[in-house]
């Protein structure tokens, strides 16, 4: 029977949600000490600089590799950090960081040992996913276990078409995948840049006072380092 408010839930006692509210704890009480004013500040708003747009990979937690503070970056994360030009969730995400946060850079973010890439990348060599990338066709089945209009298997459809184009199914594995992820941030940023609130935004960069950027980056789990593609695009783009 699902757990009403005031009553105690006995699946928390448990690792590692117990914890993780004892961490909370520790974590909230220690930044009272060092700084006593924090929690109020933040609670007034926010003013990110960046909107982040990475894989929900429980391996690549944007603040803590980047070292950044609470309200520092807006952050918008999926399977294999993908911008889908008809997914309300990722556009409402970008509007608002833009338009309503004002920040100055979108930076997407593709990681090293990405799941969803190499399930795109083992089905690119299969025949049936030939056939349809050949064709078009949406009838493309990333994971062959699932049905094609399972929701990883739709999300995954466009990188899987990606990694049939690039045709590197007879590259060495980790060379493909590595190519694949990087191409993969290639294509999220211009997808980016097709998008009617970026391009207001570079149009408007003079008579706004300031410029909104666009950037790739890949993470490295194997190091904890992130490395920037130098794809970077701004209002000269528009």
């Keep these: 029977m699902p757990q009403t408010q005031g009553h105690r839930d006995d699946n928390c006692d448990s690792s590692p949600l117990r914890k993780m509210l004892s961490s909370n704890e520790a974590w909230a009480e220690e930044r009272r000490k060092s700084n006593p004013t924090c929690f109020e500040r933040m609670a007034a708003g926010q003013s990110p600089h960046t909107l982040w747009i990475g894989c929900a990979d429980s391996r690549v937690p944007e603040s803590i590799i980047t070292n950044s503070q609470p309200g520092e970056i807006f952050v918008?994360?999926?399977?294999?950090?993908?911008?889908?030009l008809h997914d309300d969730n990722t556009l409402s995400v970008i509007e608002y960081a833009v338009n309503h946060l004002g920040v100055r850079h979108i930076v997407v973010v593709g990681h090293s040992n990405c799941g969803g890439a190499a399930a795109s990348l083992a089905a690119a060599t299969s025949p049936e996913v030939s056939c349809c990338a050949q064709n078009g066709s949406n009838c493309l089945q990333t994971i062959p276990t699932l049905p094609p209009d399972n929701p990883i298997?739709?999300?995954?459809?466009?990188?899987t078409k990606l990694a049939f184009s690039l045709g590197i199914s007879?590259?060495?594995k980790?060379?493909?995948?590595?190519?694949?992820?990087?191409?993969?941030?290639?294509?999220?940023?211009?997808?980016?840049?097709?998008?009617e609130v970026?391009?207001?935004?570079?149009?408007?960069?003079?008579?706004?006072?300031?410029?909104?950027?666009?950037?790739?980056?890949?993470?490295?789990?194997?190091?904890?380092?992130?490395?920037?593609?130098?794809?970077?695009?701004?209002?000269?783009?528009?």
């Design 170 to 172: 007879t590259a060495p």
């Design 198 to 238: 970026i391009r207001d935004a570079w149009q408007n960069a003079e008579a706004q006072g300031k410029e909104l950027w666009i950037h790739g980056w890949v993470y490295e789990i194997e190091t904890g380092l992130l490395s920037d593609l130098n794809i970077s695009r701004g209002p000269s783009a528009a």
């Design 153 to 159: 298997n739709k999300w995954l459809q466009q990188l």
């Design 76 to 84: 918008h994360r999926n399977i294999a950090n993908q911008v889908h």
């Design 174 to 195: 980790d060379e493909a995948l590595s190519l694949l992820i990087e191409e993969n941030v290639k294509g999220q940023v211009e997808n980016l840049s097709k998008l």
